[in-house]
């Protein structure tokens, strides 16, 4: 009788919160819709998709648009179906069975399982007691564990602080490590990489298009990395993994870039607005909670009572992220924060924390 392999055998498919919320601040999308002509250009590029041939299997188009918008050269570009199968082939194609990829806690959860299907050793460091990192500690580690991959989202999720670019820059410098360094939401701060990458042998960035560009129902991702490791990318990849309306839709929404400035904007001030009026609420109920500084389209909260906030907020019709002792919020419209904001004033206002 067939039998599953252990690795597989108790895996349970990712399940997202479902369920009518009124208002969705748990998966850190986009709250802005796409503008109607931007709409209008999507369906046109969509019309002229010749749905009987393959894709174009280096998506050479979208990673032109890309590179033109990030202002770097599109022989350093590899699409992917979201940055998360980008992952998942970095995972397998640069890395051994037994080898030891290094990542940090709390960080994105999805190393962990990509590490585990490649039957890689996930060593974990543990952030600090404010969930910085210790960048000394970070480089004595990979040397110590003879880690093959640094793998860290910066800025962090959950954690919604980053390291400076100087600070990224002499990790890079001291390890010999592939460093995979997952700028998901570097859209909204300023210490990229990402034109830095023709100056390293060893640096992979990230990006995707379902944070500031509002594509997440496209999945689109990017690696980006000089010549031979973007050539292995590519070898390493399914031919067409990515299907021709993503590629079309893609060069379409990438190549307004007036559009995507405003957008990133528009969602920097809504998470500027959202961490003010925390700020404030939390001088009327001091120590209730801890915020974070944000560098990110989401705050992160530290609460004693998280899992009963977070249950509150959900019989309220408000869906937020909840992760441990701790509350991940992503920045909605002006009526969405506010409406949070109430609802966290209503709660708080029954009665002193646990």
């Known amino acids: ?85 980008l992952i998942s082939v970095l995972m397998t194609a640069f890395l051994a069975k037994g080898d030891t990829v290094l990542t940090l806690s709390p960080d994105f959860s999805m190393y962990r399982f990509y590490a585990s299907l490649a039957e890689v050793n996930c060593l974990e460091l543990v952030k600090k007691s404010d969930l910085t990192i210790d960048v000394d500690e970070l480089i004595s580690v990979a040397a110590q564990s003879k880690a093959k991959m640094l793998l860290f989202s910066n800025p962090c999720n959950p954690t919604s602080l ?19 360094l997952d700028e998901a939401y570097m859209d909204f701060w300023d ?81 500027v607005v959202l961490s003010q009026k925390l700020e404030k609420l939390l001088e009327k109920y001091p120590g209730r909670f801890f915020l974070y500084p944000s560098c990110t389209n989401f705050v992160f909260l530290h609460l004693s009572d998280a899992r009963q906030v977070y249950e509150q907020l959900l019989s309220c019709g408000i869906a937020v992220r909840l992760m441990g002792d701790s509350l991940r919020i992503t920045a909605g419209t002006t009526a969405e924060n506010t409406e949070l904001i109430s609802a966290l004033q209503h709660i708080f206002s029954q009665g002193k924390q646990p």
Do not use: W
């Not at 850190?28 to 010749?50: G, R, V, W, Y």
């Not at 410098?173 to 460093?179: E, G, H």
């Not at 399914?238 to 559009?259: C, D, F, R, W």
């Open 191 to 271: 210490q990229s990489l990402i034109r830095e990458v023709a100056e390293y042998d060893n640096l992979i960035v990230l990006r995707t298009c379902s944070k500031a560009l509002g594509m997440a129902a496209l999945r689109l991702g990017f690696a980006v990395s000089n010549p031979t490791l973007t050539n292995a990318i590519k070898a390493g990849k399914s031919p067409y993994n990515v299907n021709a309306i993503t590629q079309n839709m893609g060069t379409a929404v990438l190549s307004e870039h007036k559009k995507i400035d405003e957008a990133v904007k528009k969602i920097v001030e809504s998470r």
């Open 162 to 180: 980053g390291l400076s670019r100087e600070q990224v820059r002499r990790l890079i410098r001291s390890i010999d490590s592939l460093v995979v």
């Open 1 to 85: 009788m067939y039998q599953l392999n252990s690795k597989i055998r108790d895996l349970k498919p990712y399940e997202p919160l479902e369920g009518g919320y009124r208002i969705r601040l748990d998966a850190n999308e986009s709250f802005l819709s796409l503008a109607p002509e931007l709409e209008a250009k999507m369906i046109d590029a969509c019309a002229c998709t010749l749905f009987h041939r393959y894709p174009d299997p280096m998506a050479r188009q979208v990673c032109q648009a890309f590179a033109d918008y990030y202002k770097i050269s599109p022989e350093s570009v590899t699409a992917g179906n979201g940055s998360d199968e």
